[in-house]
């Protein structure tokens, strides 16, 4: 169906477009950018008058809880968050229930994902069968089936020997290896190493956590000539580590998470546990640090981390209560608000959530090559938001079935900019905010 998206503010990251004019979409591709073609007859006109008109986001780690966690969310409704977030690509781990170590696992996934008409699925595989860092999967089959990299989600690979094979196969067929660094020894508090954890009386996580692991993992790559994606990067000196790594010529890339991006350890407050997350929240100077890192490209991408708990599973004390946060919905609101905060263009708030983590995904599966930008002939993945409007984090406002977010405003005031108002994927009209 042709479909006019008309007088809006148009923003390509990737090619520096930034201008006032139409975009033509037909058959689930842009077909122009710019004045409107005397014989294109949409049969769709949307009004985009005082909005952005954006790429698709793009996000790195998105769990969707299916299969295995359907209390806590469903496919039906986390890809309906997505869409409502501007969300049209999301990367999901693969620490599922069975996880995602068998391609048959990977095909039906990726078959119920695509039957909702929604956000698009890409997998990441199970490095290890069973994440149990032993042996190592059919990282073939699982590719055919789908997935574009390899990870081992939230656990620690504490085999060095079982990482370098993992690595030296991985570049021996061109894959991607997505690893959080994690010293499997180390990483067993719940909240960062510091005064206020010791205050409070919480377990710590020190920062050597994920330096030791960063180092590791650097080593084995200058021996194999892996390429790797560093998971949700969580302190200062994990920033500085990346960025030698990066200067010495590594085939590397990394993220940082919503949370870490915007949040201290001092947000935990009084035993909040919706300030309960992995990596656990840092000290100020980390949180920084991450931003600063963001900002000069050492960090390649900003992800929601979107991790939907249940209710019942936050209710519990702190210690106890399950790690993780919705953040699908409020992935371009947090860009925004950081771009702002550190008086940089909306152009770079869109590039770190749609075509630098689409460049990321890229090196592993070349067919997704439009994915995050806006171009002619391009996939229509595109996003309408209105970067006027104010809302707050209230579980009544987010449609994710997991509720919590250490940004509700009940908790701490914070109000956050830009509001999705239309969403295509592929052409397809998936969100209206109007309907």
Same mark, same amino acid.
């Given at each position: 169906?042709?479909?006019?998206?008309?007088?809006?503010?148009?923003?390509?990251?990737?090619?520096?477009?930034?201008?006032?004019?139409?975009?033509?979409?037909?058959?689930?591709?842009?077909?122009?950018?710019?004045?409107?073609?005397?014989?294109?007859?949409?049969?769709?006109?949307? /009004?985009?008058?005082?909005?952005?008109?954006?790429?698709?986001?793009?996000?790195?780690?998105?769990?969707?809880?299916?299969?295995?966690?359907?209390?806590?969310?469903?496919?039906?409704?986390? #890809?309906? *968050?997505?869409?409502?977030?501007?969300?049209?690509?999301?990367?999901?781990?693969?620490?599922?229930?069975?996880?995602?170590?068998?391609?048959?696992?990977? /095909?039906?996934?990726?078959?119920?994902?695509?039957?909702?008409?929604?956000?698009?699925?890409?997998?990441?595989?199970?490095?290890?069968?069973?994440?149990?860092?032993?042996?190592?999967?059919?990282?073939?089959?699982?590719?055919?089936?789908?997935?574009?990299?390899?990870?081992?989600?939230?656990?620690?690979?504490?085999?060095?020997?079982?990482?370098?094979?993992?690595?030296?196969?991985?570049? $021996?067929?061109?894959?991607?290896?997505?690893?959080?660094?994690?010293?499997?020894?180390? /990483?067993?508090?719940?909240?960062?190493?510091?005064?206020?954890?010791?205050? #409070?009386?919480? @377990?710590?996580?020190?920062?050597?956590?994920?330096?030791?692991?960063?180092?590791?993992?650097?080593?084995?790559?200058? $021996?194999?000539?892996? %390429?790797?994606?560093?998971?949700?990067?969580?302190?200062?000196?994990?920033?500085?580590?990346?960025?030698?790594?990066?200067?010495?010529?590594?085939?590397?890339?990394?993220?940082?998470?919503?949370?870490?991006?915007?949040?201290?350890?001092?947000?935990?407050?009084?035993?909040?546990?919706? &300030?309960?997350?992995?990596?656990?929240?840092?000290?100020? %100077?980390?949180? /920084? *640090?991450?931003?600063?890192?963001?900002?000069?490209?050492?960090?390649?991408?900003?992800? @929601?981390?979107? $991790?939907?708990?249940?209710?019942?599973?936050?209710?519990?004390?702190?210690?106890? &209560?399950?790690?993780? *946060?919705?953040?699908?919905?409020?992935?371009?609101?947090?860009?925004?608000?950081?771009?702002?905060?550190?008086?940089?263009?909306?152009?770079?708030?869109?590039?770190?959530? @749609?075509?630098?983590?689409?460049?990321?995904?890229?090196?592993?599966?070349?067919?997704?090559?439009?994915?995050?930008?806006?171009?002619?002939?391009?996939?229509?993945?595109?996003?309408?938001?209105?970067?006027?409007?104010?809302?707050?984090?209230?579980?009544?406002?987010?449609?994710?079935?997991?509720?919590?977010?250490?940004?509700?405003?009940?908790? @701490?005031?914070?109000?956050?900019? *830009?509001?999705?108002?239309?969403?295509?994927?592929?052409?397809?009209?998936?969100?209206?905010?109007?309907?």
């Amino acid at each position: 169906m042709k479909t006019l998206i008309q007088n809006g503010r148009v923003i390509d990251p990737s090619s520096g477009f930034d201008q006032v004019c139409d975009v033509g979409i037909d058959h689930g591709k842009i077909t122009f950018i710019g004045a409107k073609p005397e014989d294109f007859t949409p049969k769709e006109i949307f /009004d985009a008058t005082d909005c952005i008109v954006a790429p698709g986001l793009v996000d790195l780690c998105a769990r969707l809880r299916e299969p295995g966690y359907e209390h806590e969310g469903m496919l039906q409704s986390e #890809l309906n *968050a997505a869409v409502v977030g501007g969300v049209t690509t999301l990367v999901c781990p693969p620490d599922t229930d069975p996880v995602l170590d068998e391609p048959a696992l990977v /095909d039906m996934l990726a078959y119920k994902a695509d039957r909702l008409h929604l956000a698009r699925v890409l997998p990441l595989g199970a490095f290890t069968k069973g994440l149990k860092g032993e042996e190592l999967t059919e990282m073939l089959e699982l590719t055919q089936a789908g997935c574009v990299g390899f990870g081992q989600a939230d656990v620690a690979l504490i085999n060095t020997q079982v990482m370098q094979r993992g690595f030296q196969y991985a570049t $021996t067929h061109g894959y991607s290896v997505w690893l959080r660094p994690l010293e499997g020894f180390l /990483d067993h508090g719940v909240a960062a190493s510091g005064p206020f954890a010791t205050r #409070l009386g919480l @377990s710590g996580v020190p920062v050597a956590a994920e330096t030791i692991a960063l180092n590791t993992i650097f080593a084995l790559m200058r $021996t194999t000539g892996a %390429r790797v994606h560093v998971c949700r990067v969580s302190s200062a000196a994990g920033v500085d580590l990346i960025r030698e790594a990066k200067a010495e010529g590594l085939l590397l890339t990394c993220d940082v998470s919503i949370n870490s991006l915007h949040l201290t350890d001092m947000d935990i407050g009084f035993f909040d546990s919706r &300030a309960r997350v992995n990596p656990p929240l840092r000290q100020q %100077r980390d949180r /920084d *640090a991450l931003r600063l890192g963001l900002a000069d490209g050492t960090i390649d991408a900003l992800v @929601s981390d979107h $991790t939907p708990v249940e209710g019942d599973a936050k209710a519990l004390p702190f210690a106890q &209560a399950e790690a993780g *946060a919705t953040g699908l919905e409020l992935l371009l609101s947090l860009s925004i608000k950081w771009a702002a905060e550190q008086k940089l263009p909306i152009s770079r708030a869109l590039a770190v959530i @749609s075509n630098e983590p689409a460049k990321i995904i890229q090196n592993s599966k070349q067919d997704l090559c439009s994915l995050g930008q806006l171009t002619v002939g391009g996939v229509a993945d595109v996003c309408v938001f209105d970067p006027s409007v104010h809302w707050q984090a209230l579980p009544q406002n987010i449609k994710s079935q997991g509720k919590h977010t250490p940004f509700s405003f009940d908790r @701490s005031g914070v109000i956050l900019p *830009a509001k999705v108002k239309a969403t295509w994927v592929g052409g397809h009209l998936a969100f209206n905010s109007k309907v």
